[in-house]
């Protein structure tokens, strides 16, 4: 073996045997395994603490964020970022707060929601709070949101329907100028009907027309279509009752414009002396009718509607016209006319086709009201409304006496026999009605004035099931 050492510096050191062949092998061997050892041992020393220490500090920032601290570690050593796994943490926290899990999303409304998204901002820094909080309070947040909204959308149609309901401009207008004309116009104050035609007023041989209405026009067309198509139009004796408001616009249109042959009476309701009794009756009728009305518009304001049919159901009970002291009066008809015994009603969106003389021929067999069903397709049918339209069913005191799917009749074309309207009392069954309604915390019907009156006619209806003629 032979050792060489160089003399320019211990560079290399060569270990050679007699066996040139082994020799060469051996030197390759060593030298390969010399230099790859230590630059590996090297970069491992710098490495593994770095390492170990990352891995460290990664388990801890992510043991509240993932599912499994071995998926963030990984995710992050494969080139994931901190904006990536920022954005799977927002996102399992929104997921979770749409879906409900680990916290009710009511706390945080209980706690107070948050108005604006820069203040939720603040807060969430200001508190530290983690992203899971955020993205409930979030949630709560866009909710109220939409209850707000929701609300807002529900109290615009409400609004809407009642101004639709209101008094038209147009027809406001026109009141107004036939009250100037009666103040200037002698015409428009003559008296009604014609001194000639008073006798007819109570007269039991003419046919005697009842009209309850403050609208002038709409007055004017059922009186002009009745008379129009009557084969005797001299029997006619039309009652046109209003209210001290209008009484001089009614008065002064008809007597400007005189309805030929047929005797035209207008009279307000100022005009009728009635007895302390009853005043004190119609009074209450008129409060607890009211009371009604306050309450389901209080439920309407505070209700959020899941269906749309009960939203318009709803809206449709609340109508103006459901105050109406006109509408109401229907049930006082009795006292209105003392003198007269049969009547036929028409109320004020009537449009007349037919001679309606048959009406005063029709035998009501010992009831008070014949009325029309609204049911095009025959007896077996009611395509129209039903008692359950009006009614409240799950009162035991209204689904124990009435049929939920029974036809209404219909105010509007009635003939009423006023003298068995007396002789069975329907006015004091309408008034016991009211005052159980009240009793009952006002949840037997929905406001207005033909839900009691169903009741307080039942047995004693001639229904038909077409149109009077």
Request: net charge neutral; glycine share 4%; proline share 4%.
């Amino acid at each position: 073996m032979k050792f060489y050492i160089s003399t320019t510096g211990i560079k290399r050191v060569t270990i050679s045997t007699t066996n040139s062949s082994a020799k060469g092998s051996t030197v390759a061997t060593r030298r390969v395994t010399r230099r790859a050892v230590f630059p590996v041992v090297l970069l491992l020393s710098i490495v593994l603490p770095f390492l170990f220490v990352r891995i460290a500090f990664l388990v801890l920032e992510s043991a509240s964020a993932c599912n499994s601290a071995l998926d963030c570690i990984g995710w992050r050593l494969l080139g994931g970022s901190e904006t990536s796994l920022l954005r799977e943490e927002l996102t399992r926290a929104l997921v979770e707060a749409r879906e409900g899990h680990g916290t009710n999303d009511g706390d945080y409304r209980r706690e107070g929601s948050t108005e604006s998204f820069n203040v939720l901002v603040n807060e969430m820094t200001t508190n530290q709070q983690d992203i899971k909080t955020f993205a409930f309070r979030t949630k709560a947040m866009l909710s109220m949101m939409e209850l707000k909204v929701q609300s807002a959308r529900e109290q615009e149609s409400v609004n809407w329907h009642f101004a639709s309901h209101g008094v038209p401009k147009s027809l406001h207008c026109l009141c107004l100028k036939l009250a100037e004309e009666y103040a200037v116009n002698a015409m428009a104050r003559s008296h009604l009907p014609p001194p000639e035609y008073v006798s007819r007023l109570t007269d039991p041989s003419f046919h005697h027309v009842v009209l309850l209405t403050d609208n002038v026009l709409a007055a004017s067309v059922v009186i002009s279509s009745t008379v129009q198509h009557s084969a005797n139009p001299e029997k006619l004796v039309f009652h046109i009752v209003t209210d001290k408001k209008t009484y001089i616009p009614m008065n002064a249109w008809f007597a400007i414009n005189p309805i030929k042959s047929a005797a035209v009476e207008v009279k307000g309701l100022h005009q009728y002396d009635w007895s302390h009794e009853v005043n004190v009756r119609v009074k209450e009728m008129l409060e607890i009718h009211r009371l009604i009305w306050s309450h389901y518009n209080d439920n309407l304001r505070n209700a959020n509607f899941q269906h749309e049919g009960a939203h318009e159901r709803s809206l449709e009970a609340l109508t103006p016209s459901c105050l109406s002291l006109l509408n109401h009066l229907r049930i006082y008809i009795p006292e209105l006319f003392p003198d007269l015994n049969k009547i036929v009603f028409l109320d004020e969106d009537v449009v007349v086709q037919h001679d309606t003389s048959s009406l005063w021929e029709l035998d009501l067999n010992k009831k008070v009201v014949g009325a029309v069903v609204d049911s095009w397709c025959g007896d077996n049918c009611c395509p129209g409304k039903k008692y359950k339209d009006y009614l409240n069913f799950s009162h035991p005191i209204i689904s124990s006496n009435f049929d939920h799917d029974r036809c209404v009749w219909l105010y509007g074309v009635n003939v009423f026999d006023l003298e068995a309207w007396r002789r069975v009392k329907i006015t004091t069954n309408y008034h016991k009605w009211l005052k159980q309604n009240l009793n009952f915390g006002m949840e037997l019907w929905q406001p207005g004035a033909h839900p009691p009156a169903l009741l307080a006619f039942e047995g004693q209806l001639l229904l038909r099931f077409h149109a009077l003629q």
